[in-house]
């Protein structure tokens, strides 16, 4: 009986102390940034251009391979594409090195049939829509006569969406 008698005082005690003209506010801000959302990638990752067994007397005439890169992009979308070969040339920006000497490889962007800057150089892209066609084909040269024996090459194509 006690405990309730106290508890009631306290209650009236701390609504008896409690001040009727308090008149503090909070705001509250919301804000952020929307954005579009990205183009989505369609083709694989990982991309092989295979040219098989060429002769070595026949690497210039030798035909280009086609490299699919496919987007899906919202409407009015821009993004920036680069290409970073793991060598280059002897300065050269679209000549991508292989592991044989002077054997090398270009990139050809399918829609206009320019030779792709394999040094990582940006390439804006804007008001693109629906499916998106980055298309290359890779074509081999020989710089200088060439021995028999495997060879490799690769370049990473960077897409940044804006």
């Known amino acids: 009986m006690n405990l309730r008698l106290s508890m009631a005082a306290a209650l009236l005690t701390g609504l008896a102390c409690t001040s009727s003209y308090a008149d503090d506010t909070v705001t509250i801000n919301v804000s952020g940034t929307l954005t579009r959302a990205p183009c989505s990638l369609t083709s694989s990752k990982t991309l092989t251009a295979n040219f098989g067994s060429i002769r070595t007397d026949q690497i210039n005439t030798a035909s280009a391979v086609d490299i699919p890169v496919t987007l899906s992009c919202p409407a009015n979308s821009s993004l920036n594409v680069s290409i970073k070969a793991s060598g280059v040339y002897q300065g050269s920006t679209t000549y991508a090195s292989t592991t044989k000497a002077n054997l090398v490889y270009t990139l050809t962007w399918k829609s206009d ?42 370049s990473v194509i960077t897409l940044e969406y804006l």
């Open 113 to 154: 049939g320019t030779a792709a800057n394999v040094t990582g150089t940006k390439r804006n892209l804007t008001n693109q829509s629906g499916a998106v066609n980055l298309g290359l084909t890779a074509k081999l040269y020989a710089i200088t006569a060439q021995t028999e024996g495997t060879f490799t090459g690769s």
